[in-house]
C-alpha cells in the first residue's frame, strides 16, 4: 500500500525538499502553494498532484481535503513570516497581525479538521511545522513567534485529543531559505542549513514514528 502525503508550501524551501525526500522514498504526494507555475513544475518533476492556492481560502481547504481521501500524513509546512523589515511589538500592525495568525494558525487547524476523517482511517500522522522563534525571545519576531506558539499548542492539544494519530511539532531551525532571506538578508541567510538536511530528519522522524511531541530537525 502506498503512503500519501499532503504538503502545503511545497513550491519552495522545506517544502519542496521534504517532497522529494518523501518521492524518493515512494510515497504518493499531494501538493499545494500559491506560486501555481512553481507548483506544477515541482509536480511534473515528482509525479505527484498539485493543487495551487491560498491555504487560507476554505475553497481550498475542501479541495485539498477532497484530493486525498487517503491520507497518511498531513504537513502544515506553509507559513507567512508577517511584515518586513520585522518591526518590534509596540508598533506591530494590527491588521497585518490578524492576516499572519489566520496564515500561520487558523489555516492549519482548518486544514486538520478538513482532512481528519482521512488521517484516522489510516492512523495517520500531523506535522506542524513551527520556529524556536515560537520559544524564544528575539526581538523582532514577536508577531512572527506569537503565531507560532500559538501553532506549537494547537499541536500539543491535538496530539491529546487524538491518541491514534501521530503530532509532532517540528522546529526546522535556520534554513537556506527565502523567508529567512526576507528576515536577515540574503548573506546570512546563505550561511543557514540546507533544507534538504532537514527534510531527511523530518522524513526518518516519519518513518521512525516516535510519541508524539515537539521535535528538532537540527
Do not use: C
Not at 34 to 47: I, N, P
Not at 131 to 150: E, H, I, M, R, V
Not at 180 to 203: F, H, I, M, N, Y
Amino acid at each position: 500500500m502506498t503512503n500519501t502525503a499532503l504538503i502545503t508550501g511545497a513550491s519552495r524551501g522545506l517544502g519542496l525538499a521534504l517532497a522529494r525526500s518523501l518521492a524518493d522514498a515512494g510515497w504518493s504526494l499531494v501538493l499545494t502553494a500559491r506560486g501555481a507555475a512553481g507548483l506544477r513544475q515541482v509536480a511534473a518533476e515528482l509525479d505527484a498532484v498539485a493543487i495551487p492556492g491560498d491555504v487560507t481560502d476554505p475553497a481550498h481547504i475542501e479541495r485539498l481535503s477532497l484530493a486525498a481521501p487517503a491520507l497518511d500524513l498531513l504537513v502544515n509546512n506553509a507559513s507567512d513570516l508577517g511584515v518586513t523589515p520585522l518591526p518590534p511589538l509596540a508598533g506591530y500592525p494590527l491588521e497585518a497581525f490578524k492576516v499572519l495568525l489566520d496564515t500561520n494558525v487558523t489555516a492549519p487547524l482548518a486544514l486538520i479538521q478538513a482532512t481528519l476523517p482521512a488521517l484516522r482511517a489510516r492512523r495517520g500522522a500531523v506535522v506542524n511545522i513551527t520556529s524556536d522563534a515560537a520559544t524564544g525571545a528575539y526581538a523582532g519576531w514577536g508577531g512572527y513567534g506569537a503565531t507560532k506558539a500559538a501553532l506549537e499548542q494547537l499541536s500539543n492539544v491535538l496530539a491529546a485529543e487524538e491518541p491514534d494519530l501521530a503530532v509532532w511539532w517540528a522546529d526546522p531551525g535556520e534554513m537556506n531559505t527565502r523567508m529567512l532571506a526576507d528576515a536577515v538578508g540574503a548573506e546570512e541567510a546563505a550561511g543557514a542549513t540546507d533544507p534538504a538536511k532537514v527534510a531527511a530528519s523530518l522524513r526518518d522522524l516519519v518513518a521512525s514514528r516516535p510519541a508524539s511531541g515537539r521535535v528538532s530537525l537540527q
